[in-house]
């Protein structure tokens, strides 16, 4: 129980950075959890593909160790995905894998 699921749907640029970036790096930083994973879900793909903060946020949090990841569909549906993959950032299908992590009681947080 010591990985953490952080799923940002808001795709409001301050509550990445005030919040999810803060938090995520902070935690991480600080060995909160062993893992943290980020994932950019919704309508955040268009955001983190056209945000300069954003984009800086998301290479400081990979440096540090945090993963991020996002939905292929809603990368697709923005037409965002190779610039998302070109972040660094995987881009795959989440539906399955999210499903087994609720029916597991891993930890999420949902912003």
Known sequence: ??????VWTNSDEIVFDKMVAMYA???KIE???KEITIIIWGSTPRLTAESEIVGQR???LL???????????CCDSF???EKIINMGVEVRYWVED????VKEDKKILTI
Do not use: P
């Not at 440096?63 to 569909?73: D, E, L, M, T």
């Not at 999210?98 to 992590?101: A, E, S």
């Open 1 to 6: 129980m010591d990985d953490l699921y952080i």
């Open 25 to 27: 790096r902070t935690a």
């Open 31 to 33: 060995n909160h959890w």
């Open 58 to 60: 998301i290479r400081e």
């Open 63 to 73: 440096q540090v160790g945090v993963k991020v990841s996002a939905c292929k569909s």
């Open 79 to 81: 037409g965002v995905t």
């Open 98 to 101: 999210f499903t087994k992590l």
